[in-house]
């Protein structure tokens, strides 16, 4: 069975036990735990080992499209996460009220909601590009929600991961500067548990009236400049109320192709 000589036989033969055989009557006689180890649980780690290399994999693929790097230490946390996010588990959405709704056409132009102050989990980078800095702060947050916080445990997913993004002085070309932030679910909300990561902090964000605007497709730095300039439209609003800062809301993670967006403009109260 498992290589180490032990074999079954059906028959009575008085040398059987002598000689290391199980005979099928004593295999009925046996409980669960009883049970000689097979290779079950070997099987089930190479398999496990075998799906995180495939997810790993397909998120460098994607990372390199964007020249991000997906270091071989993700490989946990991205199949965890993908894990309870296929079952359909630790998915919680970020609550709102619901202010008010504008239609045109059978489509929604926008929505006006009403957040109520809550606690996120945030890590501000700094690369070259838009795509380059959320990338590198959703990897720094995936591993905090994947148990490297100070409770040791998987915290749950939460939806949408928002960035924070500011313009620069000409109202057309996006800072740098990128604030990354996870809603701690609810259970966590009263105690978030500490980041191993020196970047990334918990803070509380003050309550706060979103006017919200969903597209799909890549964020980068056209795409959202292009859409925060249509929110601007509908709402009937001048650019300029809306760039300081405005949040880009994700629903998707970074790795998919074709991504569920938000563009969010903020009315702090």
Request: glycine share 8%.
């Amino acid at each position: 069975m498992d290589g180490r000589g032990c074999r079954l036989s059906s028959g009575g033969g008085g040398d059987s036990q002598r000689s290391g055989m199980i005979r099928l009557e004593d295999l009925e006689s046996f409980t669960e735990e009883e049970l000689p180890a097979g290779d079950g649980v070997l099987e089930e780690e190479a398999m496990e080992e075998e799906e995180q290399d495939r997810l790993l994999n397909y998120w460098q693929d994607i990372g390199r499209v964007h020249q991000v790097s997906v270091p071989q230490d993700m490989a946990e946390p991205i199949q965890q996460l993908t894990t309870n996010t296929e079952r359909g588990q630790d998915r919680e959405n970020v609550p709102f009220t619901l202010i008010t709704r504008k239609e045109k056409c059978g489509g929604v132009l926008y929505e006006k909601r009403h957040y109520e102050k809550a606690k996120w989990a945030c890590v501000t980078v700094r690369q070259d590009t838009y795509e380059q800095s959320i990338c590198l702060g959703f990897m720094k947050l995936m591993r905090y929600i994947c148990q490297q916080n100070s409770s040791g445990h998987y915290l749950g997913m939460s939806v949408p991961i928002v960035t924070v993004v500011r313009m620069d002085e000409s109202r057309s070309v996006l800072s740098r500067d990128v604030t990354v932030a996870y809603y701690l679910p609810s259970q966590h909300q009263a105690q978030p548990p500490l980041p191993l990561d020196p970047d990334i902090a918990t803070q509380e964000w003050p309550a706060a009236i979103v006017h919200s605007r969903s597209f799909s497709g890549v964020t980068n730095e056209h795409s959202i400049v292009n859409e925060l300039n249509m929110l601007a439209e509908v709402l009937g609003l001048p650019e300029a109320r809306l760039c300081n800062p405005f949040i880009v809301a994700g629903y998707t993670s970074p790795a998919a192709a074709n991504r569920n967006n938000e563009i969010w403009f903020l009315e702090r109260e």
